[in-house]
């Protein structure tokens, strides 16, 4: 198997079309299919299998992506270590992060490492949690920072970062902030979110797992507030803090997101809704000496204190 061979079995494995795979790979439609059917004589079995318009991998196909996948990661750990050596303190390094953590945690963590690693090249991905599990997966990406609710997945390494709760977010001269009460296992003051079903809660994507949380504890307050969708956390925080509603967040943003007015946090919910900070590796191979430093400095500037 050559790295290039490797390279175009899994583009058609990621798109499932002679297509769109030979579009990301810049050759022509007719040049990947004798590609693939002139590995495929060579091997002596079928790798993808059409079903209907896409192509599904055969079980050979299976094996032949979970090997090409090893050695392009191998390759890449190779290029990294010479990298490093022939720099002298420098390297490669790309990160996946979710858009809404990758505005704080980048700032916060990439100027400290480049400080450490000088000569390092640094590339990131911001996406949804989903398509940055496959970018790991694929080895597109060397680590994953974002968040885990629930039993951690077996097929990654998982550094724990910090437990970060979810809570409500609004203007400091909220009435209800005098009705808040210290609750044990909470973080802020905890608050009945019946007492705000009347108030315009301002929420963010579905898509985004703080807007899913957020809908489930709306549901199980079992009230229907009026709503207001936006895009990211910190437009949410910006206008729960000039008294536009109330949002929902991590305790994480208390400490991280300024705003031009400051806000006030409460915790709520019938018990404190968790959740684990982590940065994700591949189980195969150990990270590199700069991906460890990423690790470490990520837990330094956002370990729970």
Not at 221 to 242: D, F, K, L
Not at 283 to 290: M, V, Y
């Amino acid at each position: 198997m050559h790295l290039k061979e490797a390279e175009y079995v899994l583009a058609i494995e990621r798109h499932r079309t002679i297509y769109r795979a030979a579009e990301e790979l810049g050759i022509t439609q007719p040049s990947l299919s004798r590609f693939l059917q002139g590995l495929e004589q060579e091997l002596g079995v079928k790798l993808f299998e059409r079903s209907g318009k896409r192509l599904v991998l055969t079980y050979a196909g299976k094996q032949y992506i979970q090997l090409a996948r090893q050695m392009i990661q191998l390759n890449q750990r190779l290029e990294d270590t010479m990298l490093d050596i022939a720099q002298q303190g420098g390297g490669n390094i790309s990160v996946g992060v979710t858009p809404a953590r990758g505005r704080y945690v980048l700032p916060n963590v990439l100027p400290a490492l480049r400080e450490k690693y000088p000569g390092c090249h640094i590339q990131v991905m911001e996406s949804g949690t989903p398509q940055l599990e496959q970018a790991l997966r694929e080895g597109i990406v060397d680590l994953v920072v974002f968040t885990v609710s629930g039993p951690y997945s077996q097929e990654f390494r998982h550094e724990y970062v910090s437990t970060e709760e979810v809570v409500l977010c609004m203007e400091k001269d909220s009435p209800y902030i005098k009705r808040g009460v210290w609750r044990r296992g909470y973080r802020f003051p905890w608050i009945d979110l019946k007492e705000l079903e009347h108030e315009l809660f301002i929420l963010v994507s579905s898509a985004m797992r703080t807007g899913q949380v957020a809908a489930q504890m709306l549901a199980d307050a079992g009230i229907h507030p009026e709503m207001m969708s936006v895009t990211n956390v910190e437009t949410a925080i910006s206008m729960a803090a000039q008294g536009m509603g109330v949002c929902f967040c991590t305790d994480m943003c208390s400490r991280f997101f300024e705003t031009r007015f400051a806000p006030v946090y409460l915790s709520t919910g019938k018990h404190p809704v968790n959740w684990d900070f982590v940065v994700a590796t591949r189980r195969e191979g150990a990270p590199t000496k700069i991906a460890e430093e990423f690790i470490r400095i990520t837990k330094e500037v956002f370990g729970n204190s």
